[in-house]
């Protein structure tokens, strides 16, 4: 058996008992090498075996201890300081590392960090089990990491552990010379053109309308993230490889209380079954992260990724193989694929295969981009409907909108949605308060020299290979960023005179598509896609509200944070969560009203 094929915990097992044995057995080889040349000859044999026992312990408290130490030396020699540390009260700060898996279990997507920015401010340094790392959501320092030092600043090896099993090697794992591969291998297919096919996008929202509408007729609830998520799968599956999933063409769920007669929602074939294998490979590879280096102590009699991989792979496979077979038919009937008439129709796979015919490659590109056309427009949509049922104020601004600029019987074109000022704003705010991608990661690659908030104090040092995360979720609702209003939802922000006094100056406070050189490639597209499904959505449904009653009891929001009534978590009335991006745990269920004009 190769040892690629063993349960990610076996060979981390094998190379942790290697390190741990190193030390003792290098004892007994002193040992022995010293009694054969009459050394310590009468040094009792129970003396060596305490010096064994004791060699492990020794020798890493020794090397924490320098490790610490380069640290500090490193700060003072370029005239810098290290963040304030956050400790915790147990050995290796396990209680650290247990509130940190708490936070993502049952806590709200601020908890991982509100404590820490609260007692140390807004960067500071942790170690978990003496792996030292930093987080913040000071917008000058992640200013540093995404594009002033970009070079020092990479997904590193440590993080293409944690997610190769659905990144493997494309862009979102990719660093250096590889990542500027598939970064230009991706951005001509990109063009104007190509992003504003609303064709595309009409399609798939017809069959979205259809089925909330089916649900509105008989006042009954949807699943609105369901559906959501559905439309974008099947949009971004046709764009990325002319095959679309049709996962709308399947029933939609029903409340939990509810048991339709002879409705059989079990997924039966590949197709049906991928958006869930999808779906519960990102929340295994996010789970790991977490943890920390210990990851693959949880995986050591299986891989937890390798049955819904083997569903990707079997829907992904076969479209692949057939991109890269008519290539080949093309090129041996010695057709020009580079010319633009060929170009007209073809599919982002079909753009790629032209550029390489690396199975690897192509599979690995098209996870990826799958993954960011799909769930982070559908974490937008969601979270705007569900701002839309708090919101009628706002709902309804949005439909005179609407009404004045394309009417409520034709779909809108690219400039339409260009001209809808307040529905970019409603979008932009969304995104704001509930960023797709709430925190993210990047590891130095050397030792690094980062902003210090106080324009008094010195600047920070990190050293190399020291993870450092953002947390966009909390900087994007600070009031020292965004002004007193921070908390609250409001569009207007993105248009009157808080846009130039706060985001104007200071861009990097809103990074719903990230920033710097990795910005996302498909940033436009997404607009493009979410604007025209809100624009049809409001041209036929005039009224939404929650059901509350057909959200599972498990995901509604808990009595604890309703503590304390100034943070916006106390107001919540669903349970937000994330594995890569934004969700409503047990998804967001709503009422729509058919709209009379």
């Known amino acids: 058996m190769k040892l690629k094929s063993l349960p990610p915990g076996v060979p981390f097992l094998f190379r942790l008992l290697l390190k741990l044995s190193a030390p003792p057995s290098s004892v007994y080889l002193a040992a022995r090498t010293l009694k054969s040349r009459g050394i310590f000859v009468d040094l009792p044999t129970w003396a060596w075996v305490i010096a064994a026992v004791f060699s492990g312990p020794l020798f890493y408290t020794v090397r924490i201890w320098l490790k610490y130490r380069s640290h500090r030396l490193g700060a003072a020699r370029h005239g810098a300081i290290l963040p304030p540390d956050l400790s915790g009260s147990w050995i290796g700060n396990w209680d650290i590392l247990d509130s940190i898996l708490d936070a993502f279990t049952h806590g709200y997507p601020s908890d991982l960090f509100d404590h820490g920015f609260a007692t140390c401010g807004p960067i500071f340094q942790f170690s978990v089990f003496w792996d030292v790392a930093y987080s ?63 064709d595309l996008f009409d399609r798939h929202a017809d069959l ?59 997924p039966k074939t590949v197709k049906e079954k991928f958006p869930k294998a999808f779906a519960d490979l990102q929340r295994v590879v996010s789970e790991r992260p977490r943890i920390g280096w210990l ?112 009417g409520f019987s034709r779909r809108p074109t690219y400039d339409d949605i260009r001209n809808m000022k307040y529905l970019r704003a409603f979008l932009n705010e969304t995104l704001r308060l509930y960023p797709p991608v709430p925190m993210d990661i990047r590891f130095s690659v050397k030792e690094g020299i980062l902003p210090n908030p106080d324009p008094n104090g010195k600047p920070f040092y990190i050293p190399p290979k020291t993870a450092i995360s953002y947390s966009t979720f909390n900087m994007q ?114 009422k729509m009203g058919e709209a009379t004009a």
């Open 295 to 406: 990851w693959p102590m949880k995986e050591i009699f299986e891989s937890k990724t390798q049955k819904d991989m083997a569903i990707v792979d079997a829907f992904l496979e076969p479209i692949l193989q057939e991109a890269i077979r008519k290539k080949e038919e093309n090129v041996k009937a010695g057709l020009d694929l580079d010319n633009k008439e060929s170009q007209e129709n073809e599919t982002l796979l079909d753009h790629l295969v032209r550029q390489t015919s690396d199975a690897t490659i192509l599979h690995d590109e098209t996870l990826n981009i799958l993954l960011a056309g799909r769930d982070t427009t559908a974490a937008a949509l969601t979270f705007g409907v569900y701002l839309l049922c708090q919101h009628q104020h706002v709902l309804k601004r949005l439909r005179d909108e609407i009404a004045q600029h394309v």
């Open 136 to 198: 913040t959501k000071d917008p000058n320092i992640v200013k540093t990491i995404l594009a002033t030092d970009f070079p020092n600043y990479e997904k590193g090896e440590t993080f293409h552990d944690f997610t190769d099993a659905i990144f493997g090697t494309g862009v979102f794992n990719a660093d250096g010379d590889l990542w500027k591969f598939h970064r230009s291998m991706s951005r001509p297919f990109f063009t104007r053109e190509r992003i504003s096919d609303f």
């Open 208 to 266: 979205a309308l259809n089925l909330i509408r089916e649900r509105a007729k008989a006042n009954m609830p949807f699943e609105f993230q369901d559906l959501v998520s559905r439309f974008t799968l099947d949009s971004a599956t046709e764009f990325l490889f002319g095959n679309c999933v049709n996962s709308l063409h399947s029933p939609i769920p029903y409340p939990h209380d509810m048991s339709p007669f002879g409705v059989d929602q079990e």
């Open 477 to 590: 609702r600070d009031p020292e960023y965004w002004g007193p209003t921070a908390q609250e939802f409001d569009p207007d922000r993105f248009i009157d005179e808080r846009l130039q006094k706060y985001l104007v100056p200071n861009p990097f406070i809103f990074l719903p598509f990230n920033g710097g050189p990795r910005i996302c490639l498909g940033q436009q597209f997404a607009y493009n896609e979410m604007s025209f499904f809100m624009i049809r959505l409001l041209q036929n449904f005039s009224s939404m509200e929650l059901d509350l009653t057909a959200q599972p009891p498990e995901a509604r929001p808990p009595v604890e944070w309703r503590e304390p009534p100034e943070h916006r978590r106390a107001a919540e009335q669903i349970r937000p969560k994330s594995h890569f991006t934004l969700y409503v745990e047990g998804g967001l269920w709503v």
